[in-house]
């Protein structure tokens, strides 16, 4: 039988509350049955690895590049190579290890999605294969939770990885020794969603469902399958790397995202922090305040400025903008003025240069990481815009824009923002503003970048989708290659989709 190497066994430990004595010398050589038999709660510290791994790394501080890519966040600070993701006209993506934004952007998501599949697999082989147990640490009986758990963890690792690179491999299979990427990013994506469905199905039919994988924290099943639902809208309707491609999905597709949508949060899914437990690692970055304050791209300014003035690109001499005025009361609440412009260098570029930084969601810690402090995982607004967006490629505007105008809606009852035109143009218009004030970090590592990548929003030279790691590659041999860079403008990917965005973005390329 072939081994499985069980290199999670440790590092569970070292997540868990607590964990088993081992008994045997050498776990490494063990198989899954080996464990299975001496580890009591061997699945359940697999799953609890693998749904919190999925957890921290959809929200992981790796997002802050994207935000970059986004134009969400700007910045010219070297740390992590945030510069050079912020540069415009946009760069190459450096797909090496010996630079510091591989690991920060390229690397950190893709092994932690992989892990988090992989955990989950042998899980799911434990259980439906093999026909054994799952025990937790007190001895009760958890192989149906432990199986929902696996599928979400498998779907949302499977979905990101699709939404992030443009290949891979679907490794649902313990035994699975193919070592090319073969699957497209649409094939890793759908076959995420369906597996966030067998979740779905499985904790629909449980009547005595227990989500307690995340440290600390208790999800009760109606809040898991609003949850599964929401994300399942938001990996589906990510796979185009532009309009076109979204367009070319078809009603079908569509109506499937508006479905999972219909069934997600309308309301605000947060969580309290705990200790060793969540935080959103992204908005902690993202909102730190201090002399390294991380302002918002001028972007934010720009969209929310009444009079349509306000410039799309820092000015180069030595003027500093004044605040904008904004008919958005959001804005104000959101976002806060300052003259001061930090750690930000006239030397890398001056037009990077932003006055606005955030406020919503900033604690008297100044840090999400304190035990008590609130992290949004899943806001009811992204679930609205998904179904508004779902609706736009089904043509119904007349629903698009029932829903943007609702009362009930962030914009209305926060913003007091005047209704939208049942117009493609102003719908579309309206849903990336909201993408920009309203989401912002709190979507996570991927939401704003992914939507504007949909709807040829991200500026030219934009790479839409990463390539596989440089170690990756190299660990079977295939040529090392990347996206990105204003010279590779309508560069295609294997597949054939876009894989570095036109010129015709929210505003041209530099």
Request: charged content about 20%.
């Amino acid at each position: 039988m072939k081994k499985h190497i069980i290199l999670l066994v440790t590092s569970a430990c070292v997540t868990l509350t607590s964990c088993e004595n081992t008994d045997f010398d050498d776990p490494s050589t063990l198989t899954n049955e080996e464990a299975v038999s001496k580890i009591k709660s061997f699945s359940y510290s697999l799953v609890t690895g693998s749904v919190q791994t999925a957890f921290l790394t959809t929200t992981s501080t790796a997002g802050v590049h994207f935000s970059l890519l986004a134009d969400q966040t700007t910045n010219t600070n070297g740390n992590a190579n945030w510069w050079y993701y912020a540069q415009e006209p946009r760069m190459h993506i450096i797909n090496s290890n010996s630079e510091r934004s591989y690991n920060a952007s390229l690397n950190v998501l893709y092994s932690n999605f992989y892990q988090a599949n992989l955990d989950a697999t042998k899980v799911i082989d434990i259980i439906e294969n093999q026909g054994d147990k799952a025990y937790d640490d007190a001895g009760a009986d958890r192989t149906n939770d432990c199986l929902v758990g696996a599928y979400y963890a498998k779907g949302i690792a499977q979905g990101y990885l699709g939404n992030i690179y443009d290949r891979g491999v679907i490794v649902d299979d313990v035994n699975q020794t193919e070592k090319i990427y073969s699957n497209s990013y649409k094939e890793l994506t759908e076959n995420g969603v369906r597996h966030i469905e067998k979740a779905i199905q499985l904790a629909e039919a449980s009547s005595s469902f227990h989500f307690d994988f995340l440290q600390g924290i208790v999800i009760n099943k109606d809040d898991f399958l609003k949850l599964a639902n929401s994300m399942a809208a938001r990996i589906l309707s990510s796979i185009p790397r532009d309009k076109a491609e979204a367009i070319a999905l078809g009603s079908s597709h569509w109506q499937k995202v508006l479905a999972f949508a219909e069934k997600g949060f309308a309301e605000d899914f947060t969580i309290q922090t705990t200790s060793g437990g969540y935080y959103n690692q992204l908005l902690n970055t993202l909102i730190y305040k201090g002399n390294v304050n991380r302002p918002v791209d001028i972007k934010v300014a720009y969209l929310a400025d009444k009079t349509h003035t306000y410039p799309n690109f820092y000015p180069t001499d030595d003027t500093i903008l004044d605040p904008i005025e904004s008919d958005d009361d959001r804005f104000y609440l959101y976002f806060s003025y300052t003259p001061s412009f930090g750690i930000l260098m006239a030397s890398r570029g001056r037009g990077l240069f932003c006055n606005y930084i955030r406020e919503r969601w900033s604690n008297s810690q100044n840090s999400l990481a304190e035990v008590g402090s609130i992290n949004p995982y899943f806001l009811a607004e992204e679930v609205r815009l998904l179904k508004t967006e779902a609706k736009l490629f089904l043509n119904d505007l007349a629903g698009a824009v029932a829903l943007l105008n609702d009362p009930g809606s962030s914009r209305k009852s926060k913003g007091h923002l005047e209704d939208v035109a049942a117009s493609e143009t102003a719908i579309r218009e309206a849903i990336h503003y909201e993408y920009a004030i309203e989401i912002d970090g709190a979507g996570g590592a991927t939401v704003p970048f992914a939507f504007m990548r949909r709807n040829d929003l991200l500026i030219g030279g934009t790479p839409t989708e990463y390539p596989i790691p440089q170690k990756q590659l190299e660990l079977i041999g295939e040529d090392l290659y990347t996206f990105g860079g204003k010279e590779y403008m309508g560069e295609k990917g294997i597949f054939g989709e876009l894989a570095t965005a036109l010129d015709n973005g929210w505003k041209p390329s530099e």
